[in-house]
């Protein structure tokens, strides 16, 4: 019942700008931390950034100054904020997160992934 949809994907060029999107739904008791991953291709799946229930946030050293993490409880949904993207940038990112659904156990939920492609 719960899922993760995200949006915001897309093509950009070198120092173009994107903010991708992941809300939750479903029957939610509690949603904790939340997380960005990407993947390319022939390439294993690296974490970008996450965030807290309570705020802290963490990026890669790849990523760090140039990508913002932030999430609205209200609306049980993560940004992921992209400035000054370079074409290493792109792959397909996901969102994840770890929640707790109402009559149901603790797990982590992934999304379906959304294609960010930099690119002149």
């Known amino acids: 019942q719960v899922q993760l949809v995200e949006s915001g994907g897309g093509l950009v060029q070198p120092g173009g700008s994107l903010r991708l999107s992941c809300a939750a739904s479903?029957?939610?008791?509690?949603?904790?931390?939340m997380y960005w991953y990407r993947q390319a291709p022939g390439k294993q799946r690296e974490l970008v950034a996450q965030?807290?229930?309570?705020?802290?946030?963490d990026y890669s050293d790849s990523v760090k100054g140039r990508f913002t993490i932030s999430r609205d409880n209200a609306k049980n949904t993560v940004y992921l904020q992209m400035n000054s993207l370079k074409p290493e940038d792109t792959a397909i990112y996901y969102c994840?997160?770890?929640?707790?659904?109402?009559?149901?156990?603790?797990?982590?939920?992934w999304g379906q992934g959304t294609q960010v492609t930099v690119s002149s």
């Open positions: 994840n997160a770890g929640i707790t659904p109402v009559q149901a156990q603790f797990k982590a939920y």
């Open positions: 479903g029957s939610i008791r509690r949603i904790y931390d």
């Open positions: 965030v807290t229930s309570d705020g802290n946030t």
